[in-house]
């Protein structure tokens, strides 16, 4: 009888429904994850020229999973039937757990907190930020209800890396935890590090000095930006250069990322270097534009 209670409540407890606010590179990453888990997705963006945009994002990389024969045709079928679309914050009132992957903007993550908190009914549910940088405290800490308030930080392309840093702040309940990380790691199968709440987690606060001194050696002309690059690629077996690796993140995100961790530890090495805030004022940010550090088609 105590085993059936328990799966009861285990069944109970399960996440099947899940909001994902934002469908750019990482949102769409997040909501296709979880729709290959079987998960039921709702997927907010801005626009219905954006919603439209972010669907195309999700099928394009079904496609290529199914080409590199990672998934079947018919579950990419079944993965893409399990996704809606809405305009609505209002709409993600029925979700257990939402994640958020709207731009690494802290006024923008603390308006969508207070939102959220206000929608999404289940007291138990739990609310998620992507954010890069952020302290998750400061998303949690405008809700009535920092305890159901933590950080799911997934990595660039969400359906290739394994990774999830897990980040709990001074507030988050121990059940929102375990709800999250199980959520990560036995539905979506990814492999989660714990990090303390602190600006850049584990990864960015190693990965963003690095990627912050190539594009100072670039600028001070040291050496060019395809050597930097095939020097580590070449010499270190990284699969991508530091500059590659900033357009592919994105330079705005590069700078708000260093802007919140030399505003949480004032270290120069944290601070973004002209180049960088040059390239972002004109529009260079990387793949997804078109043009960072390099062009694309
Ligand atoms: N969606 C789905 N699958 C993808 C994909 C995508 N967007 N991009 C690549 N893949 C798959 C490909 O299908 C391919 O699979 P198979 O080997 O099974 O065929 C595999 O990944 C390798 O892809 P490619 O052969 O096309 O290209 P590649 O070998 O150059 O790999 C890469 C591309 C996966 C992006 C690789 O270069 C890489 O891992 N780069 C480093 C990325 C990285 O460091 N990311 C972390 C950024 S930091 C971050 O995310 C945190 C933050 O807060 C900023
Ligand atoms: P992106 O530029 O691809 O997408 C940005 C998203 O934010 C879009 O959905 C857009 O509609 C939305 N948005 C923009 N302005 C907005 C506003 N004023 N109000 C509400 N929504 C707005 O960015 P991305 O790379 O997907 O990054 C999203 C989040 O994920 C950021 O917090 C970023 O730090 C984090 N992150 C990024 C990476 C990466 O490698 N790019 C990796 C891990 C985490």
Known sequence: ADNAADRAADTANKITRVGVIGAGQMGAGIAE????????VLVWEKTREATAAGRARILKSLDRGVSSGKITEREREQAALRL???TEIADFADRQLVTEAVVEDEAVKVELFRELDEVVTDPNAVLASNTSSIPIMKLGMVTQNPQRVIGLHFFNPVPVLPLVELITTLETSSAVTERAEKFAAEILGKQVVRSADR?????????VPYLLSAIRMAESGFATVEDIDQAMVLGCAHPMGPLTLTDLVGLDTVKAIADSMYGEFKEPMYSPPPMLLRMVEAGRIGKKAGHGFYRYD
Request: include cysteine.
């Open 33 to 40: 994850v979880c729709a290959r888990a079987q998960v039921d």
């Open 84 to 86: 809606r679309f809405t």
């Open 199 to 207: 600006s850049g987690f584990v990864v960015n606060a190693l990965l």
